[in-house]
């Protein structure tokens, strides 16, 4: 399984931008998905995430400005990110819950990590 994230860059604030990142490979089924940061210095932290059902949840840092989504059919998770700030600079993780085939559990996957950098 292989989860490709894509979409960072730099931004000026106030700027969006949109991560994408598509889960790979002998995949059954999806439970959640969801979007971590780490800023330089810090701790990682979770951003948003969304279930298979599509409840979602987001840090409080970044409601009402980023919006998560999913397309199933492609095994995609998307973080719409608006109205950015100097404080959303971080590398970006994407992180999937999943089964693949013969699969008894839950396992959870990572991506490689986005740059997003916010700064005039």
């Known amino acids: 399984v292989q989860l490709q994230a894509s979409g960072g860059g730099l931004v000026q604030p106030g700027g969006s931008l949109r991560l994408s990142c598509a889960a790979s490979?002998?995949?059954?089924?999806?439970?959640?998905m969801g979007w971590y940061r780490q800023a330089p210095g810090k701790q990682r932290e979770l951003v948003a995430f969304?279930?298979?059902?599509?409840?979602?949840n987001y840090v409080d840092s970044v409601k009402g400005r980023f919006t998560i989504s999913r397309d199933h059919a492609k095994n995609t998770v998307y973080l719409q990110m608006n109205s950015l700030e100097p404080e959303d600079t971080a590398v970006y993780y994407c992180?999937?819950?999943?089964?693949?085939?013969?699969?008894?559990?839950?396992?959870?996957?990572w991506g490689q990590g986005t740059l997003v950098t916010v700064s005039s």
């Open positions: 992180n999937a819950n999943l089964k693949t085939y013969g699969d008894t559990w839950w396992t959870s996957y």
């Open positions: 490979g002998n995949i059954f089924s999806i439970n959640y």
């Open positions: 969304i279930t298979s059902g599509g409840s979602t």
